[in-house]
């Protein structure tokens, strides 16, 4: 047997996906592959998603624009991608295509494999800031994980009030500015950078100052252009351990990897494989 697995979005020709996979395949020991169906905007959405109906492929990655696009087209959703309102992975059983998000999981999991005595005390007190996608992903992932106190800073109170709307009975979430984030980061053992601030080609810009931070503190920026940003630098400068975007990435990538083929699998030393993928970018 072969597996057949594609990436829908736009645009995606750059996308590190297609070697995330054929990694994995390999680690496995399965044959396969994993191949980029970029979608223009102007293309008729249904018209290309009835086409890969017809391919029968074994499950598909759904990125931006489409992660919303995708769902009156699947015939099931899972927890998370009910919960947060977005796909980014569909597994085809016997014609039946299932929607999860692994970005929310994904997220977790790398957190936790790099911190694991951060899993153990689900009362840690976590600031996320932004309210975007990933923001919202990462807010479910983390509430359903079982994290009881996260915050949420962001320029707007808008979409951070949508994503608090999202919280499980045993979650306390408030709403800050990034000015009272800033005053009061001493609180968190936790923060969490999900804004595109310090993307490449902006690299010295940072969301906010990072002067005072707990003891013990860790960063976590999910920008992974460049690997470590000015948020995470000054993280560093500052005391705290910090967590790559990039292992987010990877994680996401697993978690899809492992509903598709049913077997779990070791990244071993891929992340740091990845981290020179992308510095040589
Ligand atoms: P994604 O879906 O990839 O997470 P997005 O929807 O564009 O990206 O979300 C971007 C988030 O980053 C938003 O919360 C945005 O703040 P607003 O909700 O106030 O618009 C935040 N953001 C983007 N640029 C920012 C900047 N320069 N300073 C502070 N926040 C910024």
Known sequence: MSFTFQLIGYPIKHSLSPWIHEQFLRKANLKGTYTIN?????????????????????????????KEKIIPFLDDLDAYAKKIGAVNTVLNKDGRWTGFNTDATGYVRSL?????????????????IGSGGAARGIYCGLDMAGYQHIDIANRTTEKAKEIASLAGKATKTDIISLQEA?????????????????????????????????????????????IKTAFLKQAEGAGASIHFGHTMLLYQALYAFEIWAGQQISINNMDEELQQILEGR
């Open 38 to 66: 970029e979608i223009e905007l102007h293309d008729s959405f249904e018209e290309r998603i009835q086409q890969m109906r017809n391919e029968n492929l074994d499950g598909f990655n759904v990125t931006v624009p489409y």
């Open 112 to 128: 936790e494999t790099k911190y694991p005595n951060l899993a153990k005390d689900r009362t840690k007190h976590i600031l996320i």
């Open 182 to 226: 800033e005053l009061h980061l001493t609180k968190y053992d936790v923060v969490i950078q999900t804004t595109s601030v310090g993307m490449k080609p902006n690299t010295e810009e940072s969301v906010m100052r990072l002067r005072t931070l707990k003891p013990g503190a860790i960063v976590s920026d999910i920008v992974y252009q460049p």
